[in-house]
């Protein structure tokens, strides 16, 4: 999605400049913030696709505009951490960061995973697009939405992926690296706990026991009734 609005947060001109410059020429509208009362202004103003999130900002830092930026919204959000900040990203990822990227880093491949979020985010209804029903949950996997027990459950974008990839291959383990590759794609190469995390996120909001269960030492099975 090559017209899509995207928001960078972050205190220091040289980075801001750095993904603007690799961002732009892709086609995206870029939207800045150097603080994170301006970055959660912005974000509720210009409703951004995807925003770029640094941790340390003056005012409010990132874990805090990144909460209350939950409360309203499931926007996909990048959060930038320094290296050793290892901290930070745990938090970050268990509030709600989709996915993070350590500083220093690669332009290219942070454009590589705005990309790929992009397309997951908006892709095309095609033949592929089905609704899959269980006993107890609903996937209509065009129209992104989960019901459990026809209540609708709000999951970001990750989590709705992470759910879809399961729940397509009921009965089978996948491991946290093949979830990494269905849903992150080839070109993560971040911590792979953030699987771990974010199925977290799903179960609590699911709300039932054992739909997914855990391979202890091998990764994750869909386990709902057909």
């Known amino acids: 999605m090559s017209n899509a609005k995207i928001l960078v947060v972050d205190d220091e001109p040289s980075i801001v400049n750095l993904v603007k410059a690799y961002l732009e020429p892709e086609g995206y509208e870029v939207f800045t913030a150097n603080d994170g009362p301006s970055g959660l202004k912005a974000a509720r103003v210009f409703k951004p696709d ?25 926007v996909y959000v990048i959060l930038l951490t320094a290296k050793t900040e ?32 992009l397309r997951r985010l908006h892709h095309s209804p095609s033949d592929k697009d089905e609704v899959l029903s269980f006993k107890h949950i609903r996937i209509d ?12 459950i709000q999951l970001t974008a ?18 946290r690296e093949q979830l990494l590759e269905k849903v992150w794609g080839n070109s993560y190469f971040g911590e792979i706990r953030v699987v771990d995390v974010h199925l977290g996120h799903v179960r609590q909001k699911l709300g039932l026991d054992g739909l997914i269960a855990t391979v202890r030492g091998v990764g994750y099975r869909f386990e709902d009734e057909s």
């Open 86 to 117: 290892e901290t930070d990203r745990v938090i970050g990822l268990t509030i709600g960061a989709d996915d993070y990227v350590t500083k220093p880093f690669s332009p290219r491949e942070l454009v590589a995973r705005i990309k790929s979020a």
């Open 141 to 152: 996997v065009a129209a992104r939405r989960v019901s459990v027990d026809d209540n609708p």
């Open 50 to 74: 995807l925003i770029v999130l640094d941790v340390m900002l003056p005012g409010m830092d990132g874990v805090e505009v990144l909460t209350q930026l939950r409360r309203e919204s499931n």
């Open 158 to 175: 990750l989590e709705f992926d992470l759910l879809k990839a399961l729940a397509e291959n009921r009965g089978r383990v996948l491991t």
